[in-house]
């Protein structure tokens, strides 16, 4: 039972395009959601997040926007960059105080074309 | 700085041996996780810990186990290693409290053969 999906395994956008990256997830109990980047032969770097009374965080390049009627978000890059292509994992985090898990998505691939 | 770290980097093993992979965190977080990754499955949670002598199963805990003796390391034990094991394994830590983000290790490259 896969509670955080990405339904897109790739995405291919030109340098210097908007890249918009989707998630969708089925537990309205997540109260915080997460985008981490990940290189080749590197473990997952914190990107951007945003807290479940928001819809929407902007950070530079990247904003997250959270739809929780329809349990979706979105990361936007834009513009986008060479230096971005890497996966992209959504995850949604379960945090209880002391007790915080993180579940993540199956990812999406993204690669900028110069 | 604090930091994550996992080893070895790279491990090649046989089928059937017993295999530990060491996690050592010194961010001083209590919650701490291993996942491994494959093609098509993203990331997925093996066994986590939330504190010092409590540890708990994630979606794909049959084959490993954790032990938790103090709050720094979380080392992941296969048993008995299967081909099926053979995945890139990452360990993680968050801080207690609200909205934090995790850590990651470098990842461990396991193969079973």
């Known amino acids: 039972d896969q509670q955080v999906k990405q339904n897109s395994p790739s995405l291919s956008v030109q340098e210097g395009r908007i890249s918009i990256l989707n998630c969708d997830y089925t537990?309205?109990?997540?109260?915080?959601f997460l985008w981490y980047k990940k290189y080749p032969a590197e473990g997952p770097t914190f990107l951007i997040s945003?807290?479940?009374?928001?819809d929407k965080n902007e950070d530079g390049r990247f904003t997250v926007f959270l739809n929780k009627s329809a349990k979706h978000l979105s990361l936007h890059i834009v513009p986008s960059q060479p230096g971005d292509s890497a996966v992209y994992f959504c995850?949604?985090?379960?945090?209880?105080?002391?007790?915080?898990?993180?579940?993540f998505g199956t990812g999406t691939l993204l690669a900028v074309q110069p | 700085d604090a930091e994550i770290t996992q080893s070895p980097r790279h491990k090649i093993t046989e089928t059937g041996r017993q295999v530990t992979l060491a996690c050592h965190q010194t961010?001083?977080?209590?919650?701490m996780f291993w996942y491994r990754q494959d093609l098509g499955h993203g990331l997925r949670l093996i066994h986590y810990?939330?504190?010092?002598?409590?540890?708990n199963k994630g979606e794909v805990s049959d084959g490993y186990s954790v032990s938790r003796s103090n709050t720094e390391d979380l080392p992941l034990t296969l048993e008995s290693a299967a081909s099926s094991q053979t995945s890139v394994y990452f360990c993680?830590?968050?801080?207690?409290?609200?909205?934090?983000?995790?850590?990651f290790g470098q990842g461990t490259r396991l193969t079973v053969v």
């Open positions: 810990s939330y504190g010092v002598h409590d540890t």
């Open positions: 961010w001083n977080h209590n919650n």
């Open positions: 537990n309205s109990m997540f109260d915080y």
């Open positions: 993680a830590s968050i801080d207690s409290g609200a909205n934090t983000e995790a850590f």
């Open positions: 945003i807290s479940s009374i928001k």
């Open positions: 995850a949604a985090g379960e945090y209880g105080g002391a007790t915080n898990k993180l579940i």
